[in-house]
């Protein structure tokens, strides 16, 4: 069997969206100091003829393309990634992310040092629409809930889920994973705005340990409208992310977790973050929108 370290990082870019940013994140990976990479799009049935027809004209094998006969969603995506993937580590990279140039080599080397962890998690920074350095409220938050360290280091068991329940300081699309460790737990089905931290969280509550990175060589791009308060105002979103925090505390309740309990049940970075989008509710003039936030931010109920 070949090992991980001398088998080629599987990358899987799920794609929707712009092409030519799209392009932009292959080209990221084409560039890296250590080739030993497979990279491959999972075109979910964008309506663009034009990016079957590029990855057509690719001449590096290296360089795979494949689309989907009908839109799956974005778990239905994730799904058929992690179907396809045949090396031992794999990664979601977003189709609008950038790779710099030393990523595959620093995961890879993380991954020798540390080869029974199941998550590498690597130096992020973000970027906005044109590329340029920029720091979210979100981000800056994560900053502040993410280790400090100095060196790779190893997390896992209740502290790494007491960590991340209080806060998600994870970047998803730079993630690394054992291909056979994240094919274990199923995503969870309509949660689409905590669907990364359930899976992470499953993985650890199973034993899965957690290498971060401190090295920056990803870049995440946070594009204002995606961030725009106004796309969470939707109470039925709201009332998923409560609901999913209810089913974490009940999963750490069984496993004796009891410091991951109170966060999930408290989930104060989810709070606050509804108390965030209050100006927004109440700018739409909409009241269902208003006490939708206000119940998120104030409710401990799941």
Known sequence: MTSAVSAPLDIFIPYWGDPALLYATVESVRTQTDDNWVVTVVDDDYPDDSVAAHFAAETDPRIRYVRNDHNLGITGNYDKCRELATGPLMMFLGCDDVLLPDYVATVRSAHERFPDAAIIQPGVRTIDDDGRPTESLADRVKRALRPRIDEPTVFGGE??????????????????????????PAFRENLPIVQDLALIIDLV???????????????????????????????????????????????MDELG??????????????????????????????????????????????
């Not at 329940?165 to 994973?177: E, I, Q, R």
């Open 159 to 184: 502290q790494l889920a007491t960590s991340l329940l209080h806060g998600d300081w994870l970047y998803w699309p730079s993630l690394v994973f054992r291909t056979d460790a994240v094919r274990k």
């Open 205 to 251: 509550a199973g034993g899965a340990q957690l290498v971060l990175e401190p090295t920056v060589v990803f870049l995440y791009r946070r594009h204002t409208q995606s961030a725009s308060a106004t796309s969470l105002l939707n109470g039925r979103r709201l009332r998923d992310e409560r609901r999913y925090y209810g089913v974490a505390a009940r999963q």
């Open 257 to 302: 977790w009891t410091r991951a309990r109170r966060a999930a049940r408290l989930r104060w970075t989810s709070r606050l973050h509804g108390l965030t989008l209050l100006p927004a509710a109440i700018g739409s003039r909409d009241a269902s929108a208003v006490r939708s936030v206000l119940e998120h931010a104030i409710s401990t109920r799941s």
